[in-house]
C-alpha cells in the first residue's frame, strides 16, 4: 500500500475505475434524469442501495465521486489560503441560512425529533418555500433601503454592503397572530421605508 506520510488518514480509499468505466452509461443517464428532473435526487438514492448496502451502480457512483473528493482535499491541503477562506465563507452562509430556519419553525428550536412518518418531506418543503420567501424579502428591501440611503447622500461604504445578508432575522416576527392580507400596493412597489434618522423602535414584519 503506498505511504502519503501525514495524508494516509485521508488516503483511506480506492478509486474503482473498472467499476466507473462498466456503469459509465448508467451514471450519465443518472445524472441526466436527476438534472432533467424526471426523477427526484432522494428516489436516485433509494435506487442505489439495496438492504442497506450500494449496488453496482451506486459503488461506481461512490468511486467516482472520491475523484472529486481526493481533488477536493488536495486544493484545502494547499499552500495558497484562498480555497479555506471559500469554504469557510459558504459555511458561514449554510450557518446563517439554518439559523433563519430555526427562527422560522421556532417550535422546539426548529429540531425534528419525531420518526420519519407521510407527509414529512412536504412539512420540510413548506419550511424551504417560507424560507426562500423571507431572504427574497430581505433582500428586496435591503436593496431598497440601499439605493435610498444613496439617493439621500448617506455614506454607505463597500466594504459595508459586503457585510449585508438576506438571512438577518432580527426583524422577523414569528409569534402572534398571523394575516395573509395583501397589502395595498402597485404590482412591484414596496412599502415605504422608515427615515433613517428616525429613532423609532425597530419593526418587526
Known amino acids: 500500500m503506498a505511504d502519503y506520510g501525514p495524508l494516509n488518514t485521508f488516503a483511506r480509499g480506492k478509486i474503482e475505475l473498472r467499476k466507473i468505466r462498466r456503469n459509465w452509461e448508467d451514471i450519465l443517464r443518472v445524472v441526466a434524469s436527476i438534472y432533467t428532473g424526471t426523477v427526484r435526487a432522494y428516489d436516485v438514492v433509494t435506487m442505489l ?17 472520491r475523484i472529486f473528493k481526493t481533488l477536493h482535499i488536495l486544493q484545502f491541503i494547499d499552500v495558497d489560503e484562498t480555497y479555506r477562506r471559500d469554504i469557510k465563507d459558504i459555511r458561514n452562509l449554510q450557518e446563517n441560512r439554518h439559523s433563519l430556519a ?21 412539512q420540510l418543503g413548506a419550511l424551504g418555500l417560507v424560507l426562500n420567501c423571507a431572504t427574497l424579502w430581505t433582500t428586496v428591501y435591503l436593496d431598497a433601503a440601499v439605493r435610498q440611503l444613496k439617493a439621500q447622500g448617506y455614506p454607505v461604504r463597500e466594504e459595508d454592503m459586503a457585510r449585508l445578508s438576506p438571512f438577518v432575522h432580527s426583524h422577523l416576527g414569528v409569534h402572534g397572530t398571523y394575516t395573509f392580507a ?20 425597530d419593526d418587526e414584519i
Open 102 to 122: 430555526r427562527k422560522i419553525c421556532h417550535g422546539k428550536k426548529g429540531e425534528l425529533y419525531h420518526r420519519y412518518e407521510r407527509g414529512l418531506e412536504n
Open 49 to 65: 442501495q439495496r438492504d442497506g448496502h450500494p449496488t453496482a451502480l451506486g459503488e461506481a457512483i461512490a468511486s467516482y465521486g
Open 182 to 201: 395583501l397589502p395595498d400596493l402597485a404590482p412591484g412597489a414596496i412599502r415605504d421605508l422608515r427615515d433613517p434618522d428616525a429613532t423609532e423602535d
